[in-house]
């Protein structure tokens, strides 16, 4: 099991970079962001929740995406200082839009989902750790 920073569920797959998520709404209307703030991601399959506990159990992710051998969906979780317990975002056919073509180098990137329907901008990641992810 790996705790790094503020994030205190075990996942495959973890690093830390500066993350800030929009609505669509807000992105699309040339509306501000909110200010990116110093978050871990964690990838992983998260399996159904534990009694007397909000967050499942995690097994190792599997670089294909998909939803591995034990069936399960594979999601992203983001915590941050502002919020220890994180969200998570399920990555399994929930993939509108990646960005990073031009970016990635530099460590930024961005994923679009379709439900929530939500941008998830990255930045200041190490760009290994960001194309593993990708």
């Known amino acids: 099991i790996w705790v790094l920073s503020s994030c205190p569920v075990a996942v495959a797959m973890k690093f830390s970079c500066k993350v ?7 992105s699309r209307t040339g509306h501000s962001s909110p200010k990116p703030c110093h978050s871990t991601v ?5 399996g159904p929740a534990e009694k007397g506990g909000r967050h499942g159990s995690v097994s190792s992710a599997s670089a294909g ?7 399960q969906p594979l999601f992203l979780k983001i915590c941050s200082d502002k919020n220890k317990q ?10 509108k839009a990646m960005f990073h073509r031009f970016a990635m180098s530099q460590g930024r990137a961005t994923v679009s989902l379709h439900h929530p329907k939500v941008d998830i901008h990255f930045s200041e990641a190490k760009p290994g750790e960001l194309c593993h992810l990708l």
């Open 65 to 71: 995406g998909g939803g591995g051998a034990s069936g």
């Open 86 to 95: 994180g969200m998570r975002y399920k990555v399994t056919a929930n993939i």
């Open 42 to 46: 964690g990838l992983g399959h998260y």
């Open 20 to 26: 800030s998520v929009v609505p669509v709404e807000l």
